[in-house]
């Protein structure tokens, strides 16, 4: 069993829950990815963990417990994740989300959505790919859940090869049931495992603002706030996104649900394009851009990217309208994002009163001594 020991004093951040150990701050860290036990400063154990031979980020923390994790310990940290969905998931009008979500389940690293009977499983880095036993999970997904089949989907930027479990993927496009919406998925050319669960509630919250308004949705994707504002009553909707793939799957989501497609649109460009050029104005305005850093380094000029094109995006709202914004960059913090709001609003001579602050979806938790892992930041403003 690999031992690896503290070089600082961070006991009292593993204690309290942090789930997570730096190169850095280890002795000596060297061997393959396995599972380890870290020890304290002072050569005291501390915790259970899998290093990661090729992260800065070198230990994930597994358990604080003297006995060392195995099996049955990773079955029960699964069945409560699949447990704390059922408590808050309505089975009668959602057969889709999130149910391992790595650390904020137990189970760092390791991500795991469902669709209906198809389970699709990523991994956090080259670490927790080569740490987890895949073979297991899928096997323990097909016994314990109503998924059927299971589907490894490799991140964009890893060299591996998708891997399928149980009954072959009939389709890569599937349907799929959200508050009692249809959305179709596809979660093999899809970014992420196919969807955004996290956004979720926040969705469900513009359905109540849109009776009878006009709403844009700049990043669209593949429409989910657009078919959220349609089921509020919008009068118009207009999904904005440069992927052409994406807005045909939005436009097939609102003929599903609707049975035709009046009330919606959709643009394929450039959304930073689309806010310098179009003239025209909407009562309800959504920005919801992909992450725009994936790292500290890049952080300065992803707030100024943030900044030009929420001031841009402001400018399209129409008198005493309303705006939505939202980032996923886990590097932009709460208050920092709250500061680019400001500084947006103040660069188009606009003020604003917040109405909502709030992030991603119960089925997204995270540790409590980890604020890193609240990574999605949703806020409604009133234009004055």
């Known amino acids: 069993m690999l031992k690896l020991r503290l070089k600082r004093d961070l006991r009292k951040n593993v204690l309290r829950g942090h789930p997570w150990i730096y190169r850095e701050a280890l002795e000596k860290a060297k061997g393959n990815t396995q599972m380890c036990e870290l020890l304290d400063k002072k050569g005291q154990f501390l915790a259970w963990g899998f290093y990661d031979a090729k992260s800065p980020l070198a230990v994930r923390i597994l358990s604080t417990k003297k006995k060392p994790p195995n099996k049955h310990f990773f079955e029960t940290r699964m069945r409560q994740a699949f ?34 009977r198809v389970a699709v499983l990523q991994f956090d880095g080259e670490g927790s790919f ?43 496009k599937l349907l799929i049931k ?62 904005v996104d440069l992927a052409k793939e994406a807005l045909e799957l939005a436009n097939e989501s609102w003929l599903e649900t609707f049975g ?40 300065k000029s992803a707030v100024k990217s943030y900044v030009d094109l929420f001031a841009k995006a402001s400018q399209l709202v129409s008198p005493q309208g309303q705006l939505v914004f939202s980032s996923c960059s886990s590097h932009i913090s709460f208050n920092d994002f709250l500061e680019i709001i ?43």
Request: proline share 4%.
């Open 83 to 116: 447990s704390l969905r059922r408590a808050f998931i309505n089975a009668d009008d959602t057969n889709s989300y999130r149910l391992f979500n790595g650390e904020g389940d137990r189970l760092p690293g390791l991500v795991c959505d469902l669709y209906d």
């Open 260 to 299: 035709d497609s009046k009330g919606h649109s959709s643009k394929a460009c450039d959304v930073f394009d689309f806010v310098r050029e179009t003239t025209e104005s909407w009562d309800i305005v959504i920005v919801d851009p992909p992450s725009m850093t994936h790292s500290e380094k890049n952080k």
């Open 342 to 384: 400001s500084e947006a609003l103040s660069q188009a001579r606009l003020t604003g009163r917040i109405l909502r602050v709030s992030g991603q979806g119960p089925d997204h938790p995270f540790p409590h001594f980890c604020d890193e892992l609240r990574y999605l930041k949703f806020v409604h403003l009133c234009l004055d």
């Open 130 to 172: 080569e740490f987890w036993d895949q073979d297991f999970i899928a096997e323990w997904l097909i016994e314990n859940t109503d998924v059927d089949t299971v589907y490894f989907k490799p991140r964009r930027s890893e060299d591996k090869k998708p891997r399928t479990w149980g009954k072959e993927l009939e389709s890569e």
């Open 178 to 239: 959200e508050n009692g919406h249809s959305f179709f998925v596809n979660i093999v050319d899809g970014q992420k495992t196919g969807f955004f669960f996290d956004q979720r509630e926040n969705r469900k919250y513009i359905q109540s603002l849109s009776r009878n308004k006009t709403v844009l949705n700049l990043f669209s994707y593949t429409g989910g706030f657009s078919l959220y504002a349609g089921a509020g009553g919008a009068k118009e909707t207009l999904s």
